[in-house]
């Protein structure tokens, strides 16, 4: 297993710890929480999950970084979706047409989730994920089918 931050499981380990020491939230309170996302998640028909879980459910899980444990987490944010590329060439013997990736943009900063609550505005590298490519692409939004 890596040390250090390896998604949001264990990024927001420090700060939930500190909420449940502030205001007294026992690790079944935690539990609730996943209970309840399931009850909604169960009246969703794309749902992954649709089970009913216990609180006991949650607990007897496998533990993920403290106070984290399995059911509690995200599947879209913790590690769920997955992106599969592959060559043109053998995109081609595929039954449904492919899409072409003609080009990306991301950008990060450190995950010092404490200066979150600091300043409400857009974080610097969402500013700069937005700003378009030195090289912009010819296709537009409404030419992409």
Not at 11 to 28: C, D, H, I
Not at 51 to 75: E, G, H, K, Q, Y
Not at 116 to 134: D, E, L, M, N, V
């Given at each position: 297993m890596p040390f250090g931050v390896?998604?949001?499981p264990t990024m927001f380990t420090v700060p939930v710890l500190r909420y449940m020491k502030t205001y007294?939230?026992?690790e079944a309170d935690l539990a609730w929480v996943a209970v309840i996302q399931r009850e909604w998640?169960?009246?969703?028909?794309?749902?992954?999950?649709?089970?009913p879980i216990t609180v006991d459910d949650v607990l007897n899980s496998a533990m993920i970084a403290w106070?984290?444990?399995?059911?509690?987490?995200?599947?879209?944010?913790?590690?769920?979706?997955a992106l599969i590329l592959t060559s043109a060439e053998r995109a081609?013997?595929?039954?449904?047409?492919?899409?072409?990736v003609l080009g990306t943009g991301e950008s990060v900063e450190p995950p010092w989730s404490a200066?979150?609550?600091?300043?409400?505005?857009?974080k610097?590298?969402?500013?700069?994920?937005?700003?378009?490519?030195?090289?912009?692409?010819?296709?537009t939004p409404t030419s992409i089918t």
């Amino acid at each position: 297993m890596p040390f250090g931050v390896a998604g949001p499981p264990t990024m927001f380990t420090v700060p939930v710890l500190r909420y449940m020491k502030t205001y007294g939230v026992s690790e079944a309170d935690l539990a609730w929480v996943a209970v309840i996302q399931r009850e909604w998640a169960a009246k969703n028909p794309r749902a992954s999950f649709k089970d009913p879980i216990t609180v006991d459910d949650v607990l007897n899980s496998a533990m993920i970084a403290w106070p984290f444990r399995l059911l509690m987490c995200c599947l879209v944010t913790d590690g769920g979706g997955a992106l599969i590329l592959t060559s043109a060439e053998r995109a081609k013997d595929f039954p449904r047409k492919p899409v072409y990736v003609l080009g990306t943009g991301e950008s990060v900063e450190p995950p010092w989730s404490a200066r979150w609550r600091i300043s409400p505005r857009p974080k610097p590298s969402a500013s700069q994920a937005r700003r378009p490519s030195p090289k912009p692409a010819s296709t537009t939004p409404t030419s992409i089918t």
